[in-house]
Structure formats: structure tokens, C-alpha cells
């Protein structure tokens, strides 16, 4: 069960996360957020949140694993426009807000581009988001967010032992999913409201967060294996990447 007058109780925001849809089972908060802007039902800063997400999803087609009422599955709803080359920063905006709450929470995350949460290695959330575009402009966005909070090693499935991690085998001990909710969508906001003026602070907090800065990593291009040095992203959020001694950039890979 999800409290959401704790998560409001504990907000410091504006807007984001006044209005809050709750569920206690979903197959997708992304879905949901969706099928709420498209009966005009949703607010920007609306949150969609769930107990118990059943298919979640994740970059590239694959599915968000998340242990009933022990993981976060939560969506936020961007109804306000933002051009194209701004919105890009907007997954790792996401990606700092939640790593900063793991921090004031006991943990020591780093992020992997562009879109994972780790701890010493091994995943323990993703950002997920979805928009649609009219012309230069972002026009409305979902931004999902799946994170393992309370989950003990025997909650993972076996395929997933090696890989997967939580907040609270990290940190030590359980923590209240409400509170970690709040924290972030209060980071967030701050990011969101930082976007038109400041995008360089996203960037810049977000590049002393990456673990695999000035680093060998790998990805495939057209089903050919690249390797190359992480150096930097750009304004756009995208990766900098040197293969042979030539700077490249990718808007869209999955680093292995």
C-alpha cells in the first residue's frame, strides 16, 4: 500500500506531485499517464503511481522487473512545451534527481547513460520517457521511473541476482517508499524549473554523477560491437564518445 497524504505530507514543490493517481496494481504507470493526457484528465506535475507494476517497461523494449509493494513505480506528467534540444536533458534531469535522493537516503549511486541508476555496478532503477512532439517543440511528456527500494536478494529472480541491486541491501536497511517519492519529484522540479535558464547546472550534475566518465564502453551500431571512451554529453544530453581518436555522438544507444 502506497500512502499518498505521506508523499504530500513531505513534498516541498509547487506543483509536481500535488495531484497524485494511485493504484494499487498497473501494468504500466507510463500507460496509465498516457490514457490520463488523452481523456483530458491529467494536470502537469500530475504523479501515477502504483504498488504493484506488473509490465513495466524499459528502454529498448525490454520489461522493468519490480516486486510487489517493495519497489517505486511511479510516472510523471510534463504538460508544459519545451523545445526539442532542451527536452533531451530531461531523462537525465530525472536521472540526478533520483540519484541525489538515493544519496540523501544513505546511498552512493553513480548514473550510466542515459538512462541507469547504479550501485557499485549493479542497476538498481531506470527512467523511462515518452513524448509527443509537434514541429521543434516537445509538447507533452511522461517520464516513468522504476526503482528497487525495499527488495532483499531473494526478491530478484535468478536472472537477475548478478545484475540487480536495491536501496535497502545498500543502504542497509528498509525505507519508507513514500518519502523517497517526495524527495524525488521535489528534486525534480527544481531540475524542471532549471531547465529554461540553467541547462548547463543538468550537465554539469550530471557529469559528476556518470561512473563511467573518460572510460572504455561498449555498444553496437547497426549489430556491430563498438568500443570507445565516454568523454562527455553535449547541450543536448547527448554522448560524446571517441572510437580511433574521433569524437562521435550518439543521441540514442544502450551501453553495455
Given at each position: ?157 535468478d536472472e537477475l541476482k548478478e545484475t540487480a541491486t536495491s536501496l535497502s541491501i545498500e543502504s542497509g536497511h528498509t525505507h519508507q517508499r513514500e518519502l523517497v517519492a517526495a524527495i524525488f519529484i521535489t528534486f525534480f522540479e527544481q531540475y524542471w524549473e532549471m531547465l529554461q535558464e540553467f541547462p ?57
Amino acid at each position: 500500500m502506497i500512502f499518498t497524504n505521506l508523499i504530500k505530507t513531505n513534498l516541498r514543490t509547487k506543483q509536481f506531485g500535488r495531484d497524485i493517481e494511485y493504484y494499487q496494481r498497473l501494468e504500466s504507470t507510463n500507460v496509465e499517464a498516457w490514457e490520463l493526457i488523452q481523456n483530458g484528465e491529467a494536470s502537469h506535475g500530475m504523479i501515477v503511481i502504483t504498488d504493484y507494476q506488473t509490465q513495466g517497461k524499459g528502454r529498448g523494449g525490454n520489461s522493468w522487473f519490480m516486486s510487489p509493494s517493495k519497489g517505486l513505480a511511479l510516472s510523471l506528467i510534463l504538460l508544459e512545451s519545451i523545445h526539442l534540444e532542451k527536452a533531451g536533458l530531461i531523462p537525465l534531469a530525472a536521472g540526478v534527481a533520483m540519484a541525489k535522493t538515493l544519496k540523501n537516503r544513505g546511498g552512493s549511486p553513480t548514473l550510466k547513460w542515459p538512462n541507469d541508476i547504479l550501485f557499485h555496478g549493479k542497476k538498481t532503477g531506470g527512467i523511462l520517457c515518452e513524448s509527443k512532439i509537434s514541429g521543434k517543440s516537445v509538447q507533452s511528456m511522461v517520464v516513468g521511473i522504476g526503482i528497487n527500494v525495499n527488495e532483499t536478494e531473494i526478491d530478484f529472480p535468478d536472472e537477475l541476482k548478478e545484475t540487480a541491486t536495491s536501496l535497502s541491501i545498500e543502504s542497509g536497511h528498509t525505507h519508507q517508499r513514500e518519502l523517497v517519492a517526495a524527495i524525488f519529484i521535489t528534486f525534480f522540479e527544481q531540475y524542471w524549473e532549471m531547465l529554461q535558464e540553467f541547462p548547463e547546472e543538468i550537465i554539469n550534475d550530471w557529469t559528476s554523477l556518470c561512473g563511467h566518465l573518460g572510460r572504455s564502453i561498449t555498444f553496437n551500431i547497426k549489430r556491430e560491437k563498438q568500443i570507445g571512451i565516454f568523454k562527455s554529453i553535449n547541450h543536448k544530453g547527448e554522448a560524446c564518445i571517441t572510437i580511433g581518436g574521433d569524437e562521435k555522438v550518439y543521441p540514442s544507444i544502450i551501453l553495455e
